[in-house]
């Protein structure tokens, strides 16, 4: 198990630039891989992006990919989310979620067992 805590979400214009931040604890964190989820008022949350254990891959939603680019740092183990031209259809709560590593990048939140409790992001046009 593993404990994550999401920040760096606010209120930005449309085509400013945030970076989110998931920071876990425990100590096997850095075989886990970890997703990005997004859910907006009266919506499903959906998948975003996700990265592999070991950062070598990457999946990406087509609405954010060019956009959004997920990397992490498992000596502090944290995941980042850059998001970049961000526009008024990626306001959202954004969580983080993680799965032990098993060699797939699941885009379904029905996969990952751990989350954080979201960080708001507003894009005003």
């Known amino acids: 198990q593993v404990q994550l805590v999401e920040s760096g979400g606010g209120l930005v214009q449309a085509g400013d630039s945030l970076r989110l931040s998931c920071a876990a604890s425990?100590?096997?964190?850095?075989?886990?891989?970890v997703g990005w989820f997004r859910q907006a008022p009266g919506k499903e949350r959906e998948f975003v992006t996700a990265?592999?254990?070991?950062?070598?891959?990457?999946s990406y939603a087509d609405s954010v990919k060019g956009r959004f680019t997920i990397s992490r740092d498992n000596a502090k183990n944290t995941v980042y989310l850059e998001m970049n031209s961000l526009k008024p259809e990626d306001t959202a709560v954004y969580y983080c979620?993680?799965?032990?590593?098993?060699?797939?990048?699941?885009?379904?939140?029905?996969?990952?067992?751990?989350w954080g409790q979201g960080t708001q992001v507003t894009v005003s046009s």
């Open positions: 990265i592999s254990w070991s950062g070598g891959s990457t």
């Open positions: 425990g100590r096997t964190f850095s075989s886990y891989a």
């Open positions: 979620a993680a799965r032990p590593g098993d060699g797939k990048l699941w885009r379904s939140p029905a996969f990952y067992g751990n």
